[in-house]
């Protein structure tokens, strides 16, 4: 009996879901904006994103996408998911930004697909630099980030290494990415929304 109920709900859910087509996309955008608001909030002031907003912010892309469109749906979705969190793993594995980034920036991916999380990605990257270099210049002075940005870029254009110099003091700027991350997303589907506008 569950189980023909469950198939049942699943069929109504996928019905909706088709027929309401723009609807369920509208959906989708309120609910990222919310958990990406959310999720930047508990970024700045406790430093985590919790998985109590990544995991649920996934499994609703991927049920939706799925509903909506089948198996086609399965592979948007996780396609989106598997190219987000691949493109911050790699800086979570260098101690760049936490796992709560990369997992939010994959349920991202499972929300909005691989080519719009690509886009999203690239703003995010340009957005985290401007963040990451004010945030230095408001934490040490501009003379001194001057100084640490050179040492960096210097030493990657002779020796093709990345290194950091040590900080002339004890501070450190906390970068919080959870604020990038939803700033660069929501770019990048603002974008999406008013690009077929002419002006």
């Not at 406790?46 to 912010?57: M, Q």
């Not at 969190?85 to 930004?97: P, R, S, V």
């Not at 002779?158 to 604020?179: C, E, S």
């Amino acid at each position: 009996m569950r189980a023909e109920a469950s198939i049942a709900a699943w069929g109504m859910l996928r019905v909706i879901l088709i027929c309401c087509g723009d609807m369920s996309s509208i959906l989708l955008i309120v609910v990222l904006s919310s958990a990406l608001v959310w999720a930047a909030i508990t970024d700045v002031r406790w430093g985590k994103i919790p998985n109590v907003i990544t995991l649920p912010l996934a499994g609703l892309g991927l049920a939706i996408h799925v509903g909506a469109n089948g198996y086609q749906g399965l592979l948007f979705s996780l396609q989106g998911f598997g190219l987000g969190f691949g493109l911050l793993i790699i800086f979570y594995a260098l101690g760049g930004m936490g796992a709560g980034d990369v997992k939010l920036f994959g349920a991202v991916g499972a929300i909005i697909g691989p080519n719009d999380v690509f886009v999203a990605f690239l703003i995010t990257a340009c957005l985290g630099g401007l963040y990451a270099i004010g945030l230095m210049v408001f934490t040490w002075g501009l003379s001194s980030t001057a100084e640490r940005v050179k040492v960096i870029l210097t030493t990657w254009l002779v020796a093709r290494i990345f290194t950091t110099p040590p900080p002339m003091d004890h501070r450190q700027p906390k970068l919080r990415y959870g604020l990038v991350i939803g700033l660069g997303t929501l770019c990048s589907q603002a974008w999406r929304w008013l690009a077929p506008i002419q002006l």
